[in-house]
C-alpha cells in the first residue's frame, strides 16, 4: 500500500500568528489527509522533517523563517549527563503500564492540571474533551499508549508512534505538581530506552526551537541530531 513520496498531494495554510515565536508569521505544510497511511510512509516522511498531529502529518513551511528544525536521538550513541542519570535512578519506581487508548477520566483530569499550569499561554488551552480526544486518543495503529504510575496515582502519560527506524514522541503530560521527579525529562530518557531495547535507531522529538523555551530544551539530550539543508547532520 505504501506509495512514492512524489505521488503526494500536500496543500499549506495560509499565513498565521507562530505558536512558538512572538511576533512571527507561519504557514504550514500538510500532507493530503485522505492520503492512505501505514507504517512505513509515516516512517520515510519522518525522515524528511514530517510530524503527526492528531491526523494530520505535518511540516513548518515558513517563508521567512527556519527556527522550527527537525530532531532526532540516535538512541545507542546516547549517554545521559549526570542530572539525567540521577532523574532516571529518581523515577525507577514508577509502574509502568501500557494501554489501548486514554479515554479515560483519570488521564484526561491529568491532562487538564498538566495544561492549566504548564500551558496556560499556548494554543491548548483551556483544555477540551474533544480536542484531547482528536489529539491524543485517535490512535493510528502503530500507536502507544504508555502510563505511569507512582502506587496508585497516574502522575505521566506519554503517546508515541512506532516508526519503521524508531519511536516518535508525539506528546507527554503530566502531574505538575512533582516537579521534584522532572517527569518530563524522565519521560525523553524512559523513550530511548525503551526504543534501545526494541532494537530501534532513533527517538524523534519534533521541532527543536533554539529562542523558544519550550522547545529548547531538546539540546540537552545529546548528541542530537538535526535535520539541516535536507539531511541529518549530528550535534555533538
Known amino acids: 500500500m505504501t506509495s512514492s513520496l512524489r505521488d503526494l498531494k500536500v496543500y499549506t495554510t495560509y499565513p498565521h500568528s507562530c505558536s512558538y515565536l512572538q511576533e512571527q508569521e507561519a504557514t504550514t505544510l500538510f500532507v493530503d489527509p485522505r492520503q492512505p497511511m501505514d507504517q512505513r510512509l509515516y516512517s520515510n516522511l519522518s525522515l524528511l522533517g514530517f510530524r503527526r498531529s492528531g491526523n494530520h502529518i505535518y511540516r513548518p513551511h515558513c517563508t521567512h523563517c527556519e527556527a522550527c528544525v527537525p530532531a532526532r536521538i540516535p538512541v545507542d550513541r546516547f ?18 503500564e501500557k494501554t489501548k487508548d486514554i479515554q479515560d477520566d483519570t488521564a484526561y483530569r491529568l491532562y487538564c492540571r498538566y495544561i492549566e499550569q504548564r500551558h496556560a499561554d499556548g494554543d491548548m488551552h483551556p483544555p477540551e474533551r474533544e480536542q484531547y480526544e482528536s489529539f491524543l ?12 504510575h507512582d502506587g496508585g496515582a497516574l502522575v505521566a502519560v506519554a503517546v508515541i508512534d512506532e516508526l519503521v527506524d524508531g519511536f516518535s514522541a508525539i506528546y507527554t503530560f503530566f502531574d505538575p505538581a512533582a516537579d521534584k521527579r522532572s517527569l518530563g525529562s524522565f519521560a ?3 523513550q530511548i530506552e525503551k526504543a534501545r531495547a526494541l532494537g530501534l535507531e532513533y ?16 539540546i540537552q539530550y545529546r548528541p542530537l541530531e538535526l535535520y539541516l539543508n535536507s539531511r541529518w547532520t549530528t550535534l555533538l
Open 203 to 218: 527517538l524523534y522529538l519534533g521541532y527543536w526551537i533554539r529562542d523558544c523555551p519550550k522547545m529548547a530544551y531538546k
Open 79 to 96: 549517554e545521559p549527563t549526570r542530572t539525567q542519570q540521577r532523574t532516571l535512578k529518581r523515577n525507577r519506581d514508577l509502574i509502568v
Open 137 to 148: 486518543n485517535n490512535a493510528w495503529d502503530c500507536t502507544h499508549y504508555y502510563r505511569f
Open 188 to 190: 525523553i530518557l524512559w
